[in-house]
């Protein structure tokens, strides 16, 4: 498994050479994120029933790999 430094500057590199300014934006955004996770997210019904149905999909085994995902998407 990759190291956390190793992992920090292949993230860093691909950074780098990124020159589109709203996907810089949305990166930014994202690490912001991860300043504040500290914060208590409060979640809807709504989402409260999605989160249970998705439990439920996976307890049913409905759901699929990411590397079987990724096959798919090479074909």
Request: net charge negative.
């Amino acid at each position: 498994m990759m190291q956390t430094a190793q992992l920090r500057d292949i993230v860093i590199d691909k950074i780098y050479g990124i020159n589109d300014s709203d996907y810089l934006r949305a990166l930014n955004k994202i690490l912001d994120m991860r300043q504040t996770s500290g914060e208590v997210f409060h979640l809807n019904e709504d989402q409260k029933a999605m989160i249970r149905l998705g439990k439920q999909q996976i307890s049913n085994g409905e759901y699929i790999s990411n590397e079987d995902l990724e096959k798919e998407e090479d074909q």
